[in-house]
């Protein structure tokens, strides 16, 4: 069982109202760091993966395995939100 202090809550809550209050960046910018931040995380896990097949760490590949094919698919999905019209975009009243 994990206790926390009462500190510890309050200092999470800070960072995400701290996060919360941050200026908001546009949805493009988002998406694009966030497809950004998906490739890489899949990229390091395929080499991950591949090490833990060359050291017979089946298991463990699996699992980096998994990873990155959600990290590939996230990506994917960022991108394509990108290319989603907006309903406050040109040409729409």
Known sequence: MVVYS???KRGNEDRRRSVADAP???LDQTASRGAEVA???ADMTGQLESM???????????FLAMA??????????AVASMAL???DGPGLA
């Open 24 to 26: 908001s960046r546009s």
């Open 6 to 8: 009462r500190g510890a």
């Open 52 to 62: 833990a097949i060359a050291a017979n760490l089946d298991l463990l590949a699996y």
């Open 85 to 87: 019209p907006r309903p």
């Open 39 to 41: 490739r890489y995380i």
């Open 68 to 77: 990155r094919a959600e990290s590939e698919s996230s990506a994917r999905a």
